[in-house]
């Protein structure tokens, strides 16, 4: 069975060579495609066997599972471009937030997903999250978590927590890394530590709590009161971490939601011509 990319840019990129870095696809089970042809071609040449298509309708045409990985605003055309060739047993997956399972149901006649990929899926790690329209089975939504389960850990939710759900998953990975460099910034300027030996033991640092939280039974909150000593230097830290980022998170995630909430209008419009509830 031949599974389709339509678009390689960032996350298509890390989707179709993490697939194969798990042995979970072959190149020659691949197709894909982009507006700028050398895109693909490069992906072709680095991967033999791999078809860098012309077109995205010779995607849908030639496959059964299609990954849909364009911006929000582009769907609509690349939606409009391939439904002559969607037929009811195929499978149109999105990897984009704002698109929701309502606006790709209504423009095609196939099985509908929506699946949010990380960055983490880049070394088979991380969670992907699986949305499913009305029209995937059980046994298509087992086929399709098995792929992923190749790459990631494939988690199922409720579309109305897409956003949120994406801040954790997909999202965190950038809001972590940031903590991280601004951590590391403080350690050169405090104790003038070498940038590279600071960026090893801060990274060193969360790839071990992760393991932790993941396979050392920890909770977070469980894994913070371990490490702090009562009335010791990392309680000292938390003190300050209370009082200085208070509401900073609540009001991160509102900024996401607020970004979330004017993309998904816009798809709206573009796909049904008019603001929808």
Known sequence: MKVGFIGT????TVLIESFIRSGALEPEA????????????RLAAKYPGLT????????????????VCVRPFSFKAVIDEIKPHVTPDMTVISITSP??????????P???????????????????????????????????????????????????????????????PAFLAYFVQKLVDAAVEVAG????????????????????LTEGGYTPDSLRQRVAVPGGIIEAGL??????????????????????????????????GTIVD
């Open 9 to 12: 840019g960032s996350m298509g």
């Open 30 to 41: 691949i197709v894909a495609s982009n507006r700028s042809p050398e895109k693909v071609d």
């Open 52 to 67: 860098a298509a012309r077109s995205n309708r010779q995607v849908a045409s030639d496959c059964q599972t299609v990954f």
């Open 99 to 108: 698109v929701l399972i309502k606006h790709l149901e209504s423009a095609l």
């Open 110 to 172: 196939c099985k509908i997903a929506k699946v949010i990929p990380s960055i983490t899926n880049e070394v088979l790690g991380g969670a992907t999250l699986c949305i499913y329209g009305e029209r995937m089975t059980e046994s298509d939504k087992m086929s399709l978590e098995q792929l992923l389960g190749a790459i990631s850990r494939p988690i199922r939710v409720d579309e109305p927590y897409t956003r949120v759900t994406s801040d954790l998953s997909s999202c965190s």
């Open 193 to 212: 530590v070498p940038r590279d030996e600071a960026v090893r033991l801060a990274s060193e640092m969360v790839l071990g709590t992760g393991k932790l």
């Open 239 to 272: 003190s300050l971490m209370e009082q200085e980022l208070d509401t900073t998170f609540v009001r991160l995630l509102r900024k996401t939601h607020a970004k979330y909430d004017e993309d998904v209008e816009k798809v709206d419009h573009l796909f049904f």
